[in-house]
């Protein structure tokens, strides 16, 4: 079997009419969590959107591969149900829905497969501890009257319940105070092995002390301009994106 | 992305119909040989073919509304007024003609009546076909009955509150309810008696060209309680149907009282109905109304608070689609010290479809240290549906609280897109969210009407993504 996971080929993305992602190369194989790093507006979000299609962006040119296969016209949904998932930087709010029933629902179209509601209430109290997150929460609209904490939370249990192949985490730690950071980093730990991949999209490096990472990429102006080992964050923490920048 | 389109829906398990099969149906149009028909029909006494006759004659008197929408593809010359289905009133449900219960199926009333509910009195076309009560509320007084029956054998009851709290000059179309009304419930529920399971009815149309005049009058004496519930809907037919109901509910001192309807009608309804309650001292009536359905609905439930301490709620969804026009809202009348009404309502829009919410709040210079607060949120499921909003307060007295708020919002692409990446289809993803902002509205329903509700959602967004 193939150890790759994601593949991204010569991607260049526009929003309306502004080109973001300009000839983007990016591989993940299963087992290894990756980082993109960059300044603002450098197209790091965009990248994660593109991953997922998201209609607001439009791929002009390349192409974004799962397992070998070519997802980059998929719709969003199909997508997630081929095992992608993202952490959203601001999570949306929906009144009247649940968290457990939109996980109950959502993990029923993810699996394809009946959820079994004792086992699955269980299985959210685990994790909502493990988070330290408040169990009346699961009562809860999703996301409504959540702190941004909450909510970044939240994003990491759906992670967790939702158990995809690729987990797309874009600027959860942004906001964010220390120990929620730390908690969102033993999630991460919770759900890494070696048949699954993720993707930290950061702007700062506060989340790589508490996590051990394979790659760090540094994105400027649409285009990876290096890669490197854990090493390379810190050396960003330090000196800036100023020599990457033309 | 291109924009989704939501189609017309599949309506087909609300769209049956029998064929039109009935053993007696006057000729179109409105006149007084055809009220004193139907009046000489239903055995009428004297009091209320007077009553009839007196409403012709005001009904013939009064314009149309000058407001709300356009009512001008009704014509009243084109309508029957009274259909009656076949057999007589039946005590059991074998005894209800067998394409009636095969409507009745369809709709699930005997499986909701075998669950938790206490009565059924299910009206078909205009007169109550099926009829049932447990034992131990009649054993408590408990009067539950078709209006016929009521005028028939409890005249006292009936003559005290017929047309009282709705007067027959109201508007043109109680006018002509009260001329022409045919069928309804009748609830009586004596000092002190508290129902702990709800009693239900539900009303079906079934015959093209026919107006339905249902009549529910239900009387809820001092310090006694009850959950009414009333369903309704009709198949679908080409010409254009009207319907032209009247609930009158009075609620004595301490008493309680919750009147819960769902009105699913078919597409081409004129929904004129017209809905109030007289509230006495430290009682409380609570409304609970959801619509869909109907061509065009002109629908303003009001509560008369008359009594000192007097409380009202009111909870109400529409949901307009294509070629639809519902004009709701509530209307509320403080007339005493210490009243309180709490209005929560919502709609939805889609496909061109129009939502008005029009309220009356009034507070009399007698109703000191009252309140109102009044939330009305509306959801448009595209850029070319209409949300209006329209309320009146008339507040004559400076020692009240008062609050209003209103909303209207749509469903953001990026909230679409956050439920997909969850594996959820864009469908499916839209449905999420109307359910999710109606769930304050089906939360209040019994458990049977709440699903049906959440049914109806999901069809009214059935459809092809484009």
């Given at each position: 079997?193939?150890?790759?996971?994601?593949?991204?080929?010569?991607?260049?993305?526009?929003?309306?009419?502004?080109?973001?992602?300009?000839?983007?190369?990016?591989?993940?194989?299963?087992?290894?969590?990756?980082?993109?790093?960059?300044?603002?507006?450098?197209?790091?979000?965009?990248?994660?959107?593109?991953?997922?299609?998201?209609?607001?962006?439009?791929?002009?040119?390349?192409?974004?591969?799962?397992e070998?296969?070519?997802?980059?016209?998929?719709?969003?949904?199909?997508?997630?149900?081929?095992?992608?998932?993202?952490?959203?930087?601001?999570?949306?709010?929906?009144?009247?829905?649940?968290?457990t029933?939109?996980?109950?629902?959502?993990?029923?179209?993810?699996?394809?497969?009946?959820?079994?509601?004792?086992?699955?209430?269980?299985?959210?109290k685990?994790?909502?501890?493990?988070?330290?997150?408040?169990?009346?929460?699961?009562?809860?609209?999703?996301?409504?009257?959540?702190?941004?904490?909450?909510?970044?939370?939240?994003?990491?249990?759906?992670?967790?319940?939702?158990?995809?192949?690729?987990?797309?985490?874009?600027?959860?730690?942004?906001?964010l105070?220390?120990?929620?950071?730390?908690?969102?980093?033993?999630?991460?730990?919770?759900?890494?092995?070696?048949?699954?991949?993720?993707?930290?999209?950061?702007?700062?490096?506060?989340?790589?002390?508490?996590?051990?990472?394979?790659?760090?990429?540094?994105?400027?102006?649409?285009?990876?301009?290096?890669?490197?080992?854990?090493?390379?964050?810190?050396?960003?923490?330090?000196?800036?994106?100023?020599?990457y920048?033309? | 992305?291109?924009?989704?389109q939501?189609?017309?829906i599949?309506?087909?398990?609300?769209?049956?119909?029998?064929?039109?099969?009935?053993?007696?149906?006057?000729?179109?149009?409105?006149?007084?040989?055809?009220?004193?028909?139907?009046s000489?029909?239903?055995?009428?006494?004297?009091?209320?073919?007077?009553?009839?006759?007196k409403?012709?004659?005001?009904?013939?008197?009064?314009?149309?509304?000058?407001?709300g929408?356009?009512?001008?593809?009704?014509?009243?010359?084109?309508?029957?007024?009274?259909?009656?289905?076949?057999?007589k009133?039946?005590?059991s449900?074998?005894?209800?003609?067998?394409?009636?219960?095969?409507?009745?199926?369809?709709?699930?009333?005997?499986?909701?009546?075998?669950?938790?509910?206490?009565?059924?009195?299910?009206?078909?076309?205009?007169?109550?076909?099926?009829?049932?009560?447990?034992?131990?509320?009649?054993?408590?007084?408990?009067?539950?009955?078709?209006?016929?029956?009521a005028?028939?054998?409890?005249?006292?009851?009936?003559?005290?509150?017929?047309?009282?709290?709705?007067?027959?000059?109201?508007?043109?179309?109680?006018?002509?309810?009260?001329?022409?009304?045919?069928?309804g419930?009748?609830?009586?529920?004596?000092?002190?008696?508290?129902?702990?399971?709800?009693?239900?009815?539900?009303?079906?149309?079934?015959?093209?060209?026919?107006?339905?005049?249902?009549?529910?009058?239900?009387?809820?004496?001092?310090?006694?309680?009850?959950?009414?519930?009333?369903?309704?809907?009709?198949?679908?037919?080409?010409?254009?149907?009207?319907?032209?109901?009247?609930?009158?509910?009075?609620?004595?001192?301490?008493?309680?009282?919750?009147?819960?309807?769902?009105?699913n009608?078919?597409?081409?309804?004129?929904?004129?109905?017209?809905?109030?309650?007289?509230?006495?001292?430290?009682?409380?009536?609570?409304?609970?109304?959801?619509?869909?359905?109907?061509?065009?609905?002109?629908?303003?439930?009001?509560?008369?608070?008359?009594?000192?301490?007097?409380?009202?709620?009111?909870?109400?969804i529409?949901?307009?689609?294509?070629?639809?026009?519902?004009?709701t809202?509530?209307?509320?009348?403080?007339?005493?010290?210490?009243?309180?009404?709490?209005?929560?309502?919502?709609?939805?829009?889609?496909?061109?479809?129009?939502?008005?919410?029009?309220?009356?709040?009034?507070?009399?210079?007698?109703?000191?240290?009252?309140?109102?607060?009044?939330?009305?949120?509306?959801?448009?499921?595209?850029?070319?549906?209409?949300?209006?909003?329209?309320?009146?307060?008339?507040?004559?007295?400076?020692?009240?609280?008062?609050?209003?708020?209103?909303?209207?919002?749509?469903?953001?692409?990026?909230?679409?897109?956050?439920?997909?990446?969850?594996?959820?289809?864009?469908?499916?993803?839209?449905?999420?969210?109307?359910?999710?902002?109606?769930?304050?509205?089906?939360?209040?329903?019994?458990?049977?009407?709440?699903?049906?509700?959440?049914?109806?959602?999901?069809?009214?967004?059935?459809?092809?993504?484009?």
């Amino acid at each position: 079997m193939s150890k790759e996971l994601l593949n991204i080929k010569d991607l260049y993305v526009n929003a309306g009419d502004k080109e973001i992602l300009k000839g983007i190369n990016l591989k993940i194989n299963k087992g290894e969590i990756h980082v993109i790093m960059g300044p603002n507006g450098s197209g790091k979000s965009t990248t994660a959107n593109a991953i997922l299609n998201n209609p607001e962006y439009t791929k002009v040119q390349g192409k974004v591969e799962l397992e070998g296969k070519d997802i980059s016209n998929l719709k969003t949904d199909e997508i997630a149900r081929l095992g992608v998932f993202m952490s959203f930087q601001l999570p949306e709010e929906i009144p009247g829905i649940t968290v457990t029933n939109f996980l109950k629902y959502a993990k029923n179209k993810v699996t394809g497969k009946p959820v079994k509601i004792f086992e699955f209430k269980d299985e959210l109290k685990k994790y909502m501890d493990e988070l330290n997150m408040n169990p009346k929460n699961m009562d809860r609209s999703l996301n409504v009257g959540f702190s941004g904490g909450e909510k970044k939370k939240n994003e990491i249990l759906q992670m967790l319940v939702l158990n995809p192949k690729l987990a797309i985490l874009d600027e959860t730690d942004s906001g964010l105070d220390v120990d929620a950071i730390r908690t969102v980093s033993k999630g991460i730990e919770l759900f890494k092995n070696d048949e699954n991949g993720v993707l930290i999209i950061t702007h700062n490096n506060k989340i790589l002390r508490s996590l051990k990472v394979d790659y760090v990429h540094v994105l400027v102006d649409g285009k990876i301009v290096t890669t490197g080992s854990q090493e390379l964050a810190t050396i960003i923490e330090n000196e800036g994106y100023a020599k990457y920048k033309n | 992305m291109a924009k989704t389109q939501l189609e017309e829906i599949n309506r087909n398990i609300y769209d049956f119909k029998n064929k039109d099969d009935y053993d007696y149906k006057i000729k179109k149009g409105l006149t007084r040989e055809i009220v004193e028909e139907i009046s000489k029909q239903k055995n009428d006494p004297d009091w209320m073919r007077e009553i009839r006759l007196k409403a012709l004659e005001i009904y013939n008197q009064l314009e149309m509304p000058t407001w709300g929408p356009d009512l001008s593809e009704l014509n009243m010359d084109e309508i029957a007024t009274y259909v009656r289905p076949k057999g007589k009133m039946a005590s059991s449900w074998e005894d209800v003609p067998e394409e009636i219960r095969n409507t009745f199926d369809k709709l699930g009333i005997p499986d909701s009546e075998k669950t938790s509910l206490a009565g059924v009195g299910a009206q078909y076309d205009s007169e109550v076909v099926y009829h049932s009560m447990k034992e131990d509320l009649i054993k408590q007084g408990v009067i539950y009955t078709d209006m016929e029956t009521a005028v028939r054998e409890y005249p006292e009851i009936v003559k005290k509150y017929f047309m009282k709290c709705v007067p027959i000059n109201d508007h043109k179309f109680v006018a002509l309810h009260a001329a022409v009304w045919s069928g309804g419930s009748f609830v009586y529920v004596p000092k002190g008696v508290k129902l702990d399971i709800p009693l239900q009815s539900y009303f079906r149309l079934n015959s093209p060209e026919s107006g339905q005049f249902e009549h529910t009058l239900i009387i809820v004496e001092e310090g006694a309680s009850l959950h009414f519930i009333e369903g309704c809907s009709a198949p679908k037919y080409n010409k254009v149907n009207l319907h032209a109901g009247c609930v009158e509910l009075y609620v004595g001192d301490n008493a309680y009282l919750r009147y819960s309807t769902i009105e699913n009608w078919s597409k081409n309804m004129m929904n004129l109905n017209t809905k109030k309650a007289i509230v006495g001292k430290n009682a409380q009536v609570d409304w609970v109304s959801g619509s869909f359905g109907s061509h065009i609905s002109m629908l303003y439930p009001m509560s008369i608070l008359n009594g000192e301490g007097a409380k009202t709620e009111y909870t109400g969804i529409s949901f307009a689609g294509k070629d639809q026009n519902l004009d709701t809202g509530f209307k509320v009348i403080h007339n005493a010290p210490n009243t309180s009404s709490v209005v929560n309502s919502k709609s939805i829009s889609k496909n061109g479809g129009k939502c008005t919410y029009r309220s009356l709040v009034r507070i009399m210079e007698n109703a000191k240290n009252s309140k109102s607060s009044v939330s009305c949120e509306s959801l448009m499921l595209d850029d070319f549906s209409i949300s209006d909003t329209i309320p009146t307060n008339d507040i004559r007295t400076d020692e009240v609280e008062f609050s209003h708020e209103a909303s209207i919002g749509k469903i953001s692409e990026k909230t679409i897109f956050y439920l997909m990446s969850r594996g959820i289809s864009e469908e499916d993803a839209k449905a999420m969210i109307v359910r999710g902002f109606a769930y304050p509205i089906s939360k209040e329903l019994p458990v049977e009407y709440a699903v049906e509700m959440n049914n109806l959602i999901n069809l009214e967004l059935e459809g092809a993504i484009g």
